[in-house]
């Protein structure tokens, strides 16, 4: 397939005004100026989709969601956090099969896709049939499904970490499986203490298939380090969680931590030290009243600062190009300075860095060698009139419902309409259930 005569952006810095994209099986295998890769590619029998008036971008990855919570969204907003998840989400959530939990993600995934998400990672509760994955699989979606892990349940959640890496790690060249310990206040530190070991055999046994990492929620909530000292009578040294995580040998260019909003100096120190991913969800982090992530000293520091929306239940959508934006805008009134977080390299943290951080070194960048997922956007519109920064368009201006064309693995997912799914099934199926799950948590009317 070869995609020509589109403003294609490689990465957060190069950009061709008139350039194509040359796509074989899976694989991204040529990109440069319209002409010289049509010169290159002449009477090669490539399918062609001409992008004029389009712009051409890797697909964003959403590095942080709980995305069967699509089924939640909007059921309960503006309460406090532990309210939230006690009277509302978890009797609700126990009533969730693996069937529930499949839709959910099938349902996200088509959000995904249509707002030009290629990859999310999404950490939830699994069941071997019916699971997230199959859900992502089912709508064409790439993603890296977290299997929970709580201290309570420590034995079953490893269990099925090992079921899931055996069933769905690697399939249809989509689908990772990753540790997903939910946060150190549900974590103990025996639990901890045992990650490092199954994350090295995980990786061992199945890393030719993609490596394995593992991915946490840190510091999201400013209470966090007197409860785990409450809870499990354990000394947080300084006040720094990264202090504590490091005892376990857990931290490494393999951990993901969303959040990271109530960090101080030792704890930034760390995360530049052992090379810690950071996953920062601007949207969730307002709405849940939490506070948000000093990016711009993150990034300053070298430290590769991802995008994610988290649950649904929670943002209430999975639309990257709005999480963008508030990335963008959130830390430029704190720091009095408007060129904090700048429009490209907030791209690149959409792109590139989310990439990396869910273990892809061939991912998030227009480059031959790296896998083809690519989105195309309409730019012939009143609000992407004129361009002067391509970076500044689609950070500020463009919105999720340009996306046009999506492909994802080298397939074309997304047309004008999804390719491998029915929207108004998948629609009426969710609809029908919720009814049922809210007869059942007794909220029905
Ligand atoms: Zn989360």
Redesign the pocket.
Known sequence: MIIKNGWIVVDYIRNYRDGAVVIEDDKIVDVGPTEDVLRRHSGSGHDVIDARDKIVIPGLVNS???ISMTLLRGYADDLPLQEWLEKWIWPFEANLTGEDIELGALLGALESIRFGTTTVYS?YHYHPGHNEASGLIKAGLRGVIGIAIFHWSRDKNIKMFWDAMGRWHGRDGLIKVSLGPHAPYTVDPETWMRLPEILNEANERYGDRGRVIISS?IA?DWRENELIRDKFNVDIPGGSIFRYLEKFNILSGDFLA??CIHLNQVDLDLIHKYSVGVAH?PV?NLKLGMGFADTPKMLEKGIRVSL?T??PA?NNTLDMFETMKFAALINKPIKRDPSVTPANIVFRMATEYGALNLGYNDLGILKPGYKADVVILDRRKPHLTPVYDIYSHLVYAARSMDVETVIINGRIVYDGGFVNTSLDDVISRVENRVYELLEKVGKGD
């Open positions: 942080h969601t709980h950490m929620h999201e969303a959040h969800n969730a994610g988290d649950g929670s």
